[in-house]
Structure formats: C-alpha cells, structure tokens
C-alpha cells in the first residue's frame, strides 16, 4: 500500500512567530509570571486589606469591601468606620456564631499596625510577613500596590507612546519630502528640551497626579519609536505592493493602514516590553525624587527611599530591589524573547 501523504493548512506569519516565541522557554515562562502577577495585582483588595471579606454578625451578613460600616454595628461605641484590627472589634466577630473572613494579609497599603511589638519600622514577623516602614505600614501591602502602581502607569504610558509614535513616524516615512524634513527639526528641538526641570516646573505649580505625570511623560516618550516606525515606511512605500495600490486608486489612509502598517510593526511588538521598563524605572526614579505620584498612593520609588533613610530596616531596601528586579528581569526576558520570534534571520533557519 503506498503511503499518503498530509498536506498541513498555511500557518500565517502571526502563528509562525508565535510557535517561535513558545519555543523559547525562558520568554514563554516570563510572559506566564509577569502576567499572573499582574492578575494577582489587580486583586490586591482581595489578597491583601484591613477589611474582611465576610462577615457575619448577629445574624446578620456584612461585605465590608463593598459597603463601610460604623463599628456601632458591631457593638462598639462611636459612630465611626470600623476598626477591624482592633481587638475589641476582632473579638466581638469571633463571640459565638459570627465569624469573619480576612485577606490572606490583613493590610492594607495605608493601614498603620497600632498595636506593634516593636517601633517603627519593625523587621519581618509574623504579623507583618515583610516588616513595616518607617510609618508603621505593612510592607507587604505596600508592594503589592506599588506593583499594581507601576505596572498599570507602565502600560498607559506604553500605549499612548505607541500611538504617538507610531502616527509621527507613519506620517513622516510615508509622505516624506519636506513633511519628514519639518518633523525630523521639529523632533530634534523637542528632544532637546530638559524634560527633568519640566516636571519640576509643573510638581511645583500644580498638584501632583498620576494623570499629569502621564501626560508629560507621554510628550516625551514617543520620539525614540517614531524613529523605527519612519525607517520602515521609507522602506516599505517603494515596494511592489505599495506601487500597485497606489495604482489602484487606494487612498493614503487606506495605504497605510492596510498595507504598510501591517508590515512595519515589527519594531512596534518587539519594543514593548523594553519601553514597559523604561516606564517603570522612570516612574520609580521619579517617586525616589518625590516628583511621582501623590503623597499616599504606594510607590516602589518612595520604599526606596525609605530604605535608603533607614539603612538598619535592610528588609525595606531588599524586598523592593528584589520585586523591581524581578519586574525588569521578566520584562527583558520578554523583549529578547520577542526579538528571536520577529527576527526573519532565525525564523529562515
């Protein structure tokens, strides 16, 4: 009987690229971990809060995530939001049939820890798994947060940079002529611009945000794109497939949407996890200085200088290295896996 043969269906370039990146273990394994801590991140309220989850009190059930209640409620004295670390509180949920379900780390990033053994900051325990900072607030929490923190402005400041760039250098690398000329001038002189006294300038008059911090990052931080972005348009636009729609009567848009843009995004995808670190180091070097975020919002910058005030809590200064390190680790792990995927030289052999 002679053999047959089975021919596979075409694997596009997308899928090709992607059994590529698979097959790199150490950017594949990275992608799972940066990607099931971001998850774990956005759950910080669950894993980590100084509310309970449940609770059940006379009868009677509470969501305390969802809905603040006076501690009168729970047979206390004043009208006031709960104390749920408090001890008459903890021992009024635990009297009979109430119970009350706490976060895996009963924290929250702004909860101080009144009833410490030992003053602040205080060295791992085990009430505070990672110790506490110089304010009394559980370490824990706070790099929990300041992970979520940075990853989320890390990502806005990458998609509003994409976007940026990829339009400035589209523009320039496919009409060309005096427009690439009047951008590449208009570039340099941007660029050229002192971007650290900028934001000293606009902490000092206006109130510090995550919204302004972004945005002036943001008018910065496209340039070093657009310039892969216009190299493959001036490349791509006097190819075959571009003459041919040109002939066609396709419109500019349509030219550059369809046909040129598709193709030049190579620079795009492999890029992203490195800019993901830029803008994670720029914000932490920002909070270290107190240009960042607003007083009280957790920031990987702010334990670094705690750290670096109090040189005896080495517990503060080495479990925000190791998570930003870990961060950075991932992320380049990513981004080199990412260029051996896109890269046409390795996917020929």
């Known amino acids: ?8 269906p075409s ?20 992608l799972v971990a940066f990607v099931a801590l971001v998850l774990l991140s956005l759950m910080a309220e ?7 989850l449940l609770v059940r009190y006379e009868g009677h059930y509470y969501f305390p995530l969802v809905q603040e209640h006076p501690e009168t409620v729970f047979g206390g004295d004043f009208d006031t939001p709960t104390d749920y670390l408090d001890p008459f509180i903890r021992g009024q949920l635990t009297r009979g049939d109430n119970f009350a379900i706490y976060p895996p780390n009963p924290y929250g990033p702004n909860t ?8 602040n900051p205080s060295g791992p325990s085990r009430d505070n798994w990672l110790g506490t900072d110089d304010r009394g607030r559980d370490l824990l929490a706070q790099l929990i947060y300041g992970f979520r923190v940075s990853v989320l402005f890390a990502l806005a400041l990458t998609a509003v940079g994409v976007l940026l760039g990829v339009a400035a250098g589209a523009l320039q690398g496919y009409f060309g002529g005096k427009t690439d000329l009047a951008f590449q001038r208009f570039i340099e002189v941007w660029g050229a611009m002192p971007e650290l006294y900028l934001l000293i300038i606009f902490s000092a008059v206006f109130a510090p945000s995550v919204a302004l911090l972004l945005v002036l990052l943001s008018l910065f931080g496209w340039m070093g794109l657009s310039d892969y972005v216009r190299a493959e ?16 009567g396709l419109t500019h848009g349509q030219i550059i949407w369809r046909h040129i843009l598709p193709n030049s995004l190579t620079p795009v995808v492999t890029f992203l996890p490195f800019r993901m670190s830029g803008a994670i180091l720029a914000l932490t070097s920002l909070d270290f200085l107190g240009l960042g975020v607003p007083p009280g919002t957790p920031s990987l910058g702010e334990l670094l200088s705690q750290g670096k005030n ?12 190791g998570v ?15 260029r051996d995927a896109l890269d046409p030289r390795k996917a020929e052999r």
Request: aromatic share 14%.
């Open 324 to 338: 930003l390190v870990l961060t950075l680790l991932l992320l380049t792990f990513m981004g080199d896996a990412l």
């Open 1 to 8: 009987m002679p053999p047959t043969f089975v021919h596979s």
């Open 233 to 248: 348009f001036l490349r791509n636009r006097q190819l075959d497939y571009v003459r041919a729609a040109r002939a066609m």
């Open 46 to 52: 669950v894993l980590s809060n100084d509310k309970p």
């Open 11 to 30: 694997v596009s370039p997308a899928r090709r690229a992607w059994q590529r990146f698979r097959r790199n273990r150490l950017g594949f394994v990275s």
């Open 112 to 119: 101080l820890n009144y009833f410490a053994r030992e003053p």
């Open 310 to 321: 109090n040189i005896d809590a080495w517990w503060i200064s080495l479990s925000t290295f």
